[in-house]
Every structure is written in C-alpha cells, then in structure tokens.
C-alpha cells in the first residue's frame, strides 16, 4: 500500500500563489505516477496535473503556463507550485499516486482545501 500526505493550501487572493506539497509513504518504490486532482463543489473531481517517474507531465488546459508540477526524489514527495491563481481554481485538491503491486491501484491523499477570494 502507498499513503500520501498533503500539506500547503489555504486562502489566496486572486493573483497570488500557493504551493501544496504530497509526500507519499509505505511501499513507494512500486509508484509510477504522481500528480494532482482537484474537486469544487457541485462538480466532479478533474485532473490538475501528473508527473511519471521518468519526469513526463501532463496538465489541464486550464492550468497550463500557471502551476507546474515537480518531484522531489529524496522526500518521495511531489510538489504542485500555483501561480497566477483564478477564483476559478478554488476547490479541494487531492494528491494521487498510481503505483503497480499484481496490478495497477489509486492511493488518494485526505485533500487540501485551495480557496481563491479577494
């Protein structure tokens, strides 16, 4: 099993920046993928963005040019840097892990909470 833990999030004022971080524990050398989803309320949850081991990234056109994803090997950890932040972008942000044991399994952070307001 992998476990993920979240931390960073919190209020922002149009414009600003946030950085959330997701350090996954457990059995994290089967980890083949990290990345973010977020959720607002009354919608269903959507890709932010996702980052391979071997560095490749995917992100939502709506992000793309304003959050860039990273991975931080020695912490096991991935790293979701928002810049320029929209009200839009408001919504609890889950970190995902896909990892690879007899078959391929999701393992979900608890979700951290962005919220975009002046």
């Known amino acids: 099993q992998v476990q993920l833990v979240e931390s960073g999030g919190g209020l922002v004022q149009p414009g600003g920046s946030l950085r959330l971080s997701c350090a996954a524990s457990?059995?994290?050398?089967?980890?083949?993928?990290m990345g973010w989803y977020r959720q607002a309320p009354g919608k269903e949850r959507e890709l932010v963005a996702t980052?391979?081991?071997?560095?490749?990234?995917l992100y939502a056109d709506s992000v793309k040019g304003r959050f860039s994803i990273s991975r931080d090997p020695p912490r096991n950890a991935v790293v979701l840097q928002m810049n320029s932040l929209k009200p839009e972008d408001t919504a609890v942000y889950y970190c995902?892990?896909?990892?690879?044991?007899?078959?391929?399994?999701?393992?979900w952070g608890q979700g951290t909470q962005v919220t975009v307001s002046s």
């Open positions: 457990g059995r994290v050398f089967s980890i083949t993928r």
């Open positions: 980052i391979t081991n071997g560095g490749i990234t």
């Open positions: 995902n892990a896909l990892y690879q044991l007899a078959s391929y399994l999701n393992s």
